[in-house]
């Protein structure tokens, strides 16, 4: 799921039964109207999708077990319209689990996630026409997710199994050309094998994000089965951190997190899923979906001490929905799976596996 920069549309990607992607109309925040749904040729999810910094243009990831690897959507910026958008590019050699275009360059990141590739590639999608592979970047393993803070020109890269776990963080001032900083080595801290659940431990880095005001990083971490992920606010130079030396600072977990049994209805319950930073005032929140936690909001106004502070049940209408039987085996609604901030129009948009799309504001 992926909010456009002027806040006026909503792009919703595909999982568990369900294939390609579809534009929602969120500038009237009450009420959402969908634009369209673009199917894939070969009924394929697009597990990731985000828009382009050019208006009209977003990319969509093939989830791994079809043939492909991106898609990129014109819906307006030439071929296609807003109710009439159409596939102008695409790659079919290796695979994304997710893609990252740059925030104001014609630069698309997508992470391999697989063992035996590099974290991630560059492509220049000056083209959007023809997207050209730039080169690959990182240390074997299953690179996760990617964000970028084009303002202090970093990039984040999570790695949740193989070769490396952990984080690096990049300069990527020339944009096609990523420079490693520095990176925090999971595997030399405490797993979460060996901790309790609320305690602070390592391991499966899912995804990271900047914060705006401060020299911070809040990374999530993201379990299956077990003692639950939770999220760490890194320092890298708000006080003895550096972006070279990252220094965890914080800890936290969801508000009802307990041991998740390897049952798949219970699977990734109460463990951390995608989340955004919120400068609201003197404040700096998390909003997050955290699964069966559905949306919850964390207060890291001090980043050694982060708090739950409220929390959304995003299980609306649930009994007048039709579930099909691959969602249904994630046992019950809530399963929130994504939140994103907007900062022109102060609102988060957030997607539920079960319920669909919501629109939130935050109040004091």
């Known amino acids: 799921m992926s909010v456009r920069k002027d806040g006026k549309y909503a792009v919703v990607g595909t999982k568990w039964g369900t294939t390609g992607t579809v534009l929602v109309d969120v500038s009237d925040s009450s009420s959402l109207k969908q634009v369209h749904y673009l199917g894939n040729s070969n009924d394929a999810p697009n597990i990731d999708v985000k828009f382009d910094s050019r208006n009209g243009l977003y990319h969509r990831a093939i989830e791994k077990t079809w043939s492909g690897n991106f898609e990129i959507v014109d819906y307006g910026f030439s071929a296609g319209t807003p109710t009439n958008p159409t596939v102008v590019g695409s790659v079919s050699d290796g695979k994304s689990h997710n893609v990252r275009p740059h925030p104001t360059k014609p630069v698309l990141y997508t992470m391999n996630y697989g063992l035996e590739s590099n974290g991630f590639d560059v492509y220049d999608v000056s083209n959007p026409t023809s997207p050209r592979k730039l080169g690959e970047y990182g240390p074997q393993g299953a690179g996760h997710d990617i964000n970028v803070d084009p303002e202090r020109d970093l990039l ?114 109460w463990t951390g899923h995608h989340f955004d930073i919120v400068p609201k005032g003197e404040a700096t929140l998390v909003a997050s979906a955290d699964w069966h936690e559905g949306v919850v909001v964390y207060d890291i106004t001090d980043p050694t001490t982060p708090t739950p502070v409220d929390r959304y049940r995003t299980d609306d209408g649930v009994s007048d929905i039709r579930v099909n039987d691959e969602v249904s085996q994630l046992g019950k609604a809530p399963m929130a799976w994504k939140t994103e901030y907007n900062e022109e129009r102060d609102f988060i948009v957030a997607s539920d596996t079960f319920t669909g799309l919501y629109t939130f504001e935050l109040t004091s």
């Open 156 to 269: 984040c890269c999570a790695y949740q199994s193989g070769q490396f776990i952990g984080f690096i963080i990049y300069d990527v001032s020339d944009p096609r050309n990523p420079t490693e900083i520095g990176r925090f080595d999971y595997t030399k801290r405490k797993s979460y094998d060996e901790a309790n659940v609320g305690e602070e431990a390592f391991g499966a880095a899912h995804h990271g994000h900047f914060d705006p005001r401060r020299d911070l990083l809040v990374l999530g971490d993201e379990r299956p089965q077990g003692v639950p992920g939770g999220k760490h606010v890194f320092d890298i130079g708000w006080k003895n951190g550096s972006l070279k030396n990252p220094v965890p600072v914080g800890f936290t977990v969801s508000p009802n997190a307990r041991r998740m049994e390897d049952e798949y209805a219970e699977r990734f319950d």
